[in-house]
């Protein structure tokens, strides 16, 4: 199958980028899926110092760093002829070498999930967001991570985004809680309910679904 590329956008940080790469990338290789991880943030790469100690994901995750876009596009074309998939994780913010890293993941994406955790402020985000896949064509799908459906603050921008493409599943707030806990080990390799569990396959399932569609 021709690799898929799928970038996780926000403008700002906070709201669970992070959290998704990492755990979408841990349940596509626990499906049996090649998958690559991607840090694109040269200024505070968390994704790959927490990543690189993980026995699920230490062997497929990359770093990348480079003002040159023409870069970007061959590094992405060399780990295509090994990966089915390849997640990135982009900088909320433009950084200190390559002020322009999720506009490059964005225009080789097949794929943008905007990463909205809740609250008025990330609600603004995701149209700025939005607005770029727009004029750049990309299909992009809202991803609620670190989610609690029982926060007033996280209906009321559910609601308010009802009319915006989404994914159905979420990533809920406890996951942030365990992967904080159990720092370089995967979700999946920590002790998460079965419900949890079956919730994040599901979430995998319909990225794969998405990707197919579009």
Known sequence: MESKVISL???????????????????LIKMGKRCALIDMDDDKSDLYKWAIQSELLSEHVYQFSSPHYKEFCSFISNLK???????????PRP??????S????????NLALISVFGGKMEENEYYKVRDICDMESIPYRILFSRWNESYKMNQLVKDNL????????????SIKYV????????????????????????????????????
Do not use: C
């Open 9 to 27: 956008q926000t403008s700002k940080g906070g709201g669970g980028k992070t959290t998704g790469a990492i755990t979408i990338a841990g349940i």
């Open 162 to 173: 009802k009319n915006e493409p989404k994914l159905v599943s979420s990533i809920n707030q």
């Open 102 to 109: 999720h506009i490059f993941a964005l225009k080789q994406s």
């Open 95 to 100: 950084t200190s070498i390559s002020p322009y």
């Open 81 to 91: 002829d090994s990966y089915e998939y390849i997640i990135i994780d982009t900088p």
């Open 179 to 214: 992967e904080a806990e159990a720092y370089g080990v995967h979700i999946l390799e920590s002790k998460i309910s079965m419900d949890e569990e079956q919730q994040l396959y599901g979430l995998a399932r319909e990225i794969i679904s998405t990707l197919e569609e579009i």
